[in-house]
Nanobody
Framework: QVQLVESGGGLVQPGGSLRLSCAFS????????MGWYRQAPGKQRELVAG???????NYADSVKGRFTISRDNAKNTVYLQMNSLKPEDTAVYYC????????WGQGTQVTVSS
């Protein structure tokens, strides 16, 4: 059974940075495509960034050039480095692992406000 635990969220001022981490427990982390999604109040959950098992990345247009997704297969962890944060980045951020099944973490709150 796969479990995902996110960490690193918090309150940050506009223009600031945060790094989210998602710890994967289970087997065969390296075969999973990993992703970060977010959901703001009253909005649908949306893909922020994804990384395949081979390391190919993709990003939502709204975060290109500001966010970077990476994975460390030795540590069973995926990261989301978020720079130049904007108030509209405020949301609960969820980690996703996808292979034969889809798994979700519990989410971590990111609030961008002065």
């Amino acid at each position: 059974q796969v479990q995902l635990v996110e960490s690193g969220g918090g309150l940050v001022q506009p223009g600031g940075s945060l790094r989210l981490s998602c710890a994967f427990s289970g087997s065969m982390f390296s075969i999973y495509a990993m992703g970060w999604y977010r959901q703001a109040p009253g909005k649908q959950r949306e893909l922020v960034a994804g990384i395949t098992s081979g390391g190919t990345t993709n990003y939502a247009d709204s975060v290109k050039g500001r966010f970077t997704i990476s994975r460390d297969n030795a540590k069973n962890t995926v990261y989301l480095q978020m720079n130049s944060l904007k108030p509209e980045d405020t949301a609960v951020y969820y980690c996703n692992a996808a292979a034969l099944k889809n798994y979700w973490g519990q989410g971590t709150q990111v609030t961008v406000s002065s």
